[in-house]
C-alpha cells in the first residue's frame, strides 16, 4: 500500500528514541530502548550510532550506561533529525516542473505540497522535549 506521507523506519526510530530517552529519568541502553519500542535491537543501535556521532546523544559503557543528551532536547526538533536521516524533504511531489506543466492548475490541487508544508511546520516547531511517552517502566 503506498502512502502519500511516508516516515521511515529509520527516521521514526531516531525521534521515538530520542523522546524515550529525553523523557527517561535513568541511562537507557539500546536493548532496553529496542525492548520499549519492540523493534530489533541491531537496527536501532545503528540509528542511535548515527544520533551519537552527530553530537546528539553521548553513549556511556559498562554498569550504570546508555545514552545520554549531548544537546538539550528543547534545543533539537522532530525535523532536525528526520532531516539527518533522510535528507531535505522534497516539498514538489507532482514530477513535473510548474513551468513545464501543460495544465492551467494543479491537477492534484496543490493538496501534496500543502499537506507536506503543514507536516514539515508540525516536525520543525515540535521539540523532542514536547514528546510525551506512555508510562514506561525503565528500570
Do not use: W
Amino acid at each position: 500500500m503506498s502512502r502519500l506521507v511516508h516516515i521511515s523506519e529509520a527516521a521514526s526510530l531516531a525521534i521515538h528514541s530520542l523522546a524515550i530517552i529525553a523523557s527517561s529519568t535513568v541511562r537507557l541502553n539500546a536493548k532496553k530502548i529496542s525492548e520499549i519500542l519492540h523493534v530489533s535491537q541491531n537496527h536501532l543501535a545503528k540509528i542511535l550510532q548515527i544520533l551519537a556521532k552527530n553530537e546528539y546523544l553521548e553513549s556511556n559503557r559498562g554498569p550504570g550506561g546508555g545514552f545520554t543528551f549531548k544537546k538539550k532536547a528543547d534545543q533539537i526538533s522532530m525535523l532536525e533529525i528526520y532531516q539527518l536521516i533522510e535528507g531535505n524533504v522534497e516539498c514538489q511531489f507532482c514530477g513535473i516542473t510548474e513551468n513545464h506543466c501543460p495544465f492551467i492548475t494543479c491537477i492534484f490541487g496543490g493538496k501534496p505540497d500543502k499537506l507536506t508544508n503543514e507536516f514539515v511546520e508540525y516536525m520543525a516547531n515540535t521539540k523532542i522535549s514536547d514528546l510525551k511517552t506512555k508510562d514506561i517502566k525503565y528500570a
